[in-house]
């Protein structure tokens, strides 16, 4: 079975840049997270979804970050504008369902690097 | 809320020696407790988790960790250890009544010497 699938693996631009990083989930998995990873951190949740829907995205920084999950399977995080701060790793995990002991599989992460 | 502290940023061990990384949880409600491992370049992989079954909870790669409610601690432990467990370990734990977010602690990179 595969694993959860990100793309690009890595990503190189300049301050002010939009950018975008696709993810695609364990199939059947309902449930989506995107977590934001700094270096030398634990990762940190963005945003959660139930299928099509955004149930946690208090802490999505909503002024440049916007993210969708269309059908309720892959999803795409977005950055506009792009600013140094935000050169980290954007890991994507999903799970069968939401519940508190439920497994999070996670993907390799895309690794962001704004100059 | 839940908060998870990993006590040292860095551990290094022998191969074949004891390995320890210790973590504490805040939780105001029955936590499920959680360590997941990163080798370099890629994502997170569970190690074992706790979910109020046994206290003492076996994982992948001869880890396991006991869930102690008294001292508030998850701590992973494995008997001896290999070269091939040099990574960065991450403690979690699940915030109630928030559809599984994990709230992770700032990690302990393992080193293994030969």
């Known amino acids: 079975e595969a694993g959860v699938v990100q793309s690009p693996r890595y990503k190189i631009i300049e301050k002010k840049q939009p950018v975008a990083f696709w993810c695609n989930p364990i199939?059947?998995?309902?449930?989506l997270y995107w977590y934001l990873q700094n270096l030398g951190q634990g990762p940190e949740l963005l945003i959660r979804?139930?299928?099509?829907?955004?149930?946690?995205d208090s802490q999505l920084p909503k002024d440049r970050f916007s993210a969708e999950r269309l059908k309720g399977v892959d999803s795409t995080l977005k950055i506009q504008p792009a600013e140094l701060g935000d050169s980290a790793v954007y890991l994507c995990a999903s799970s069968l369902l939401a519940g508190q002991g439920d497994t999070q599989y996670f993907g390799p992460g895309t690794r962001l690097t704004v100059l | 809320a839940q908060s998870v502290t990993q006590l040292g940023s860095h551990v290094s061990v022998s191969e074949g020696a004891l390995v320890l990384l210790r973590c504490n949880y805040s939780?105001?409600?029955?936590?499920?407790l959680f360590w997941y491992v990163q080798y370099p370049n890629q994502g997170l992989q569970l190690l074992l988790k706790y979910t109020s079954a046994a206290t003492l909870v076996k994982g992948i790669n001869g880890f396991e960790a006991e869930f102690k409610k008294s001292e508030t601690s998850f701590h992973l432990t494995k008997p001896s250890a290999h070269m091939s467990d040099a990574a960065e370990y991450f403690c979690?734990?699940?915030?109630?009544?928030?559809?599984?977010?994990?709230?992770f602690g700032q990690g302990t990179e393992l080193s293994v010497k030969p």
């Open positions: 979690a734990v699940s915030a109630s009544n928030q559809g599984g977010k994990l709230i």
């Open positions: 979804y139930e299928n099509e829907e955004a149930v946690d």
């Open positions: 939780s105001s409600v029955p936590p499920y």
């Open positions: 199939s059947g998995h309902n449930t």
